[in-house]
């Protein structure tokens, strides 16, 4: 047997089959007022006239941002361009990845703009109060990319893996590319603060991409309730000409920017990611692109969202559902969690929103390690006990 | 509306569809395989000669205490007598639950010979390592029982909460069953430590029964490998033949007591499990059961069973097909793990094998809530503080 051969068998990741929660009447009624959302309703496209001119050309009405579509027309253009699965690329080519293969992928948090210092085990002998939240630095960065490049269980450093305080606004996307370049040579994901930043990283990887291959990978989410804002779809528009990879996630709070209800969260999501979705098919067919709806009920007494609820499980399951309908990737989250500490209900919280990503058969999975307080907060010893914990799931 | 009917809108228990990750074909070859081991190998049923005798009838063959026997047949005898739900009787008829019906019921933990004092919450400002594990007392186990009576998510007390360290051995099962009767109205489970014992606390109760309906649920588990015990078969027989409940659950270690496989501890545990059925439809036709397959990673380097694995979800998932596949309720095992205090990995182990008891649709979840150590104790912290969680997840 060849190292390849021998390779994939000691990995052993085989996919479990989808859990499909949902009937195919069930997936058809929420379609149904999806399209009356789209038809009806409309999204706005904040400030950017050509998301909205080019959406014409699949029969699209505007009156000035708010733009009112067919929703079966988008979902033909994205079933008929959009790729089933993508090469996302490392520094070589045995660290390339294929999101929508054999394999789940595995993603680091993405986004906190605090560190939790400490190891986040809560080891008995430590007193847990001690470990206060601070504000992250490049160095953090660099600690945290390379415990993502040791990680067996994560094939990707992320980005964006805490917020970088020490460093000019404008060279923060640089310096984080450099980290992911320097210190790994797996895939990593672009950046989105402006289209300036990513059009700047996607120089800096410099690799040329063919059909279905990407090196980077961008988080570009629609502002509920029925929103894109300038900056996304200028991201957008700039992520896809240049051929490189978009997810689009609906990333709703529950009863805050959309309906309190699943089966509500979940018809204006889909409303949102069809739009992003088309999009990225009109500007380049065949764009790689990885989608979901992500569902946080808002706590009305406290006014802020509430990470790794059974709603989120829930939103989950039917998400993959409908995202892998149009024949594309789907994006998981796992790890989220309202705790403040890596106790009990940080481990079960965020274990049941992994299973939830993992048995719906999710292709892409976000924040699986390091995740904490609500997403203000990385933890790097959390990163690391998640990262092994999903090593004895995996291995 | 009528109080009932606001009661079970309020209650919204309404079950996912159930997650079934084995085809009808891969179904099958485990079946070929236990079907194998029942006919060529055969089961022990050790010291208890009318067990053998009554399997006969059904074309049973024996020689000493090996029992062979088709598997096909014992399938079709369970299939046309056991029932696919029964009620399980309260003190009052609103406590009623019924096991296999609209609602997935939920039980504590059973069995441990110790408990963890402290709250099993590791706030920071207490050291965690200043709980130790206590032998346990009737007063503990008085106050498990307060708890699961006050739980809302939790419908029964269960049984064998704790041991009781300090009342004589023979009045054990005489005071656990006072304490569930004295402190809660809810359904509860049986004792199993002897026949007499059983037989005693049926008196106590002395509830009538009718078809379809049971007081006590009997957990009556197989020795594995292949082996029945005698105060086991004793046990089965006198709650069978008293119209009570009976769990008949294959419990294995896998790699010591079982194959180390998947597919291989659920051939075996099928095989045993379809034996102790098939006994109490013989013994009483339309005897309550419920029944799984539990199947833990046995350590070969510190020689002990390691709860709360991935492994284990798998088994339930694939454990709950067969069963459902007999037409009977299943059992489902939720909140165990190996930590020794409720921290992170006890929530992460004990939340991935909840989310797998719920998703597999188990009709009667054990260790629900309280379950530590492999087990070895009883955390009254956790138990309520998993029993508030999953409120979040039925209400």
């Known amino acids: 047997m060849n190292a390849d051969l021998i390779n994939k068998i000691l990995k052993k990741r085989t996919r479990q089959k989808a859990y499909s929660i949902l009937s195919g009447e069930e997936l058809a009624l929420i379609e149904k007022n999806t399209d009356a959302i789209l038809e009806n309703i409309g999204i706005d496209l904040h400030d950017d006239p050509i998301s909205i001119e080019i959406l014409k050309t699949l029969g699209a009405t505007s009156d ?14 994205i079933r008929t361009h959009a790729p089933s ?39 008995p002998e430590k007193k847990a109060h001690s470990f206060k939240n601070t504000l992250s630095t490049l160095s953090d960065y660099r600690h ?11 094939q990707t450093t992320g980005f964006m893996l805490c917020f970088l305080h020490d460093v000019e606004e404008k060279n923060r996307p640089i310096e984080m590319a450099k980290a992911h370049m320097e210190l790994s040579d797996k895939p990593f994901m672009g950046t989105v603060v402006s289209e300036e930043g990513l059009k700047s990283v996607i120089e800096m990887v410099g690799r040329k991409t063919s059909q279905s291959e990407c090196n980077l990978l961008h988080m570009i989410n629609p502002s509920p309730p029925l929103r894109y804002q300038q900056n996304s779809l200028k991201c957008l528009r700039a992520a896809a000409l240049s051929g490189e990879g978009v997810m689009i996630t609906s990333y709703s709070m529950m009863g805050a920017t959309s309906p309190v209800t699943i089966a509500g969260v979940i018809a204006q999501g889909y409303a949102e990611i069809l739009i992003g979705l088309a999009l990225t098919q009109l500007y380049k067919p065949g764009c790689p692109v990885v989608s979901s709806i992500f569902g946080i009920p808002f706590s009305m007494s406290s006014m802020i969202p509430t990470y790794g609820m059974p709603n989120t499980s829930l939103i989950q399951l039917i998400s993959s559902q409908l995202v892998h309908g149009l024949g594309i990737p789907v994006r998981g989250d796992a790890g989220v969690t309202s705790s403040k500490l890596d106790d009990a209900q940080a481990g079960y919280e965020g274990g049941m929103n992994l299973s939830a990503a993992m048995s719906s058969n999710a292709d892409f999975v976000i924040h699986t390690a390091g995740w904490l307080h609500n997403g203000i907060c990385t933890s790097p010893g959390k990163l690391i006990r998640e990262s092994e914990a999903l090593e004895g799931i995996l291995f």
Request: proline fraction near 6%.
């Open 144 to 154: 945290l990319v390379s415990l993502c490049d040791a990680s067996k269980s994560l």
């Open 64 to 77: 000035g941002i708010r733009v009112k579509v067919c929703g079966k027309t988008l979902r033909e253009h």
């Open 85 to 123: 699965s993508f090469k996302w690329r490392g520094k070589t080519p045995n660290n390339d990845i294929v999101v929508g293969g054999d394999e789940q992928i595995f993603a680091p948090v993405y986004g906190p703009p605090e560190i939790h210092h400490g190891d986040g085990n809560l080891k």
